[in-house]
């Protein structure tokens, strides 16, 4: 069985006989990039270089995985919001679409043109990596884009007042983001993950998650083909069960995570996590990597990730050690 088949298995329920080591989020290492010459601000608008960049930690330390695109803005720019592309690594939305939350459903689509690029690395990437490595298509969750778009003071405020338009501005950008994931899957990306950084519980609290993100994940996931994973920062300890009540397969958590709890928790979701992505990955000494990705593994993960997008900086010797620390 090659190794995509055998992570794909882990979506459809087989137990494996090891957890396998694999991320569905951002991935592109700074020595990976300077070994084929690319410079990542350059990659996000270049489909054959976005397929490179995602795909150099599986080339050079056979991390059997890659995901596209390389920003989470990219949902953003669609709707018309402006990127600044100068900045170091990643685009960021220069200024928010919108002052109102009202505003959200009079959007159109204003820029398709780098989804249709996201899509074309997409392919690229199927042909290096072939059956050994998955690919992950990234969206931003409901929430985080809504953060991308809106006047945050003026979010902050019509949650407290307005908290129907609210919810119904999620509702229409979850629909809006699902018809991005299944281009994404169509490209031929083997899962999508969703990236709700920003409206994790772990960052707005687990009322407020319940009241405003959950339904609108759960209406993304129904509009998504599966497997979904869903990615939360942040503690979320609290929030396993509503977690698990987004309709992903899987769930991804941090290094704030009692993966044992949530292993105790999560019935039916698969459990993703948690290497802490900058103290540790980036940061830390190999030998305490793979201490860490085995206690991961005894704490009951299904596969072991990191708890975040990669730092760009990260050292590819330190994704060897998660790799060699992975294995049985």
């Given amino acids: 069985m090659s190794v995509r088949a055998e992570i794909l298995s882990l979506f459809a329920g087989e137990k494996l006989a090891s957890p396998p080591t694999f991320s569905g989020l951002i991935h592109a290492l700074d020595e990976g990039l300077a070994s084929e010459g690319l410079v990542l601000r350059e990659a996000h608008r270049d ?14 330390t056979g991390m059997p995985s890659a995901t596209l695109p390389l920003d989470l803005c990219l949902p953003a720019e669609a ?25 959200i459903a009079r959007l159109t689509s204003g820029n ?12 690229f990437a199927r ?8 690919i ?29 338009a609210v919810s119904d501005a999620l509702l229409w950008l979850s629909s809006f983001l699902a018809r991005i994931g299944g281009a994404y899957r169509n490209a031929g990306a083997d899962f999508v993950t969703v990236h709700e950084a920003g409206g994790s519980p772990g960052f707005i609290g687990p009322a407020r998650f319940e009241r405003f993100v959950l339904p609108a994940l759960k209406a993304l ?28 397969e899987a769930i991804s958590v941090d290094e704030l995570n009692d993966l044992a709890e949530s292993r105790k928790t999560l019935k039916d979701a698969l459990l993703f996590g948690n290497l802490d992505a900058a103290a540790m990955l980036w940061k830390g000494a190999p030998a305490e990597i793979v201490e860490a990705a085995r206690r991961a593994k005894e704490s009951g993960v299904d596969a072991l990730w990191p708890g975040c997008d990669l730092v760009a900086a ?15």
């Fill in 47 to 60: 489909a054959r270089k976005m397929a490179r960049a995602a795909t150099n930690a599986f080339m050079l």
């Fill in 79 to 103: 709707l018309g919001a402006e990127l600044n592309y100068a900045t170091e690594g990643f685009p960021q939305v220069k200024q928010p679409l919108v002052e109102s939350v009202a505003d």
């Fill in 112 to 123: 398709s043109e780098r989804v249709e690029l996201a899509c074309e690395a997409i392919r």
């Fill in 127 to 134: 042909e290096i990596v072939g059956d050994d490595a998955v």
């Fill in 136 to 164: 992950s298509g990234m969206i931003a969750g409901p929430y985080t884009l809504l953060l991308y778009l809106c006047d945050l003071k003026s979010l902050f405020i019509e949650m407290k007042k307005e908290p129907q």
């Fill in 221 to 248: 996931h129904a509009d998504l083909p599966n497997p979904r994973v869903l990615s939360v920062c942040g503690d979320t300890n609290r929030s396993m069960s509503a977690l698990a009540e987004s309709g992903a």
């Fill in 314 to 328: 990260t050292p590819l010797r330190n994704i060897k050690a998660m790799l060699s620390g992975g294995e049985s």
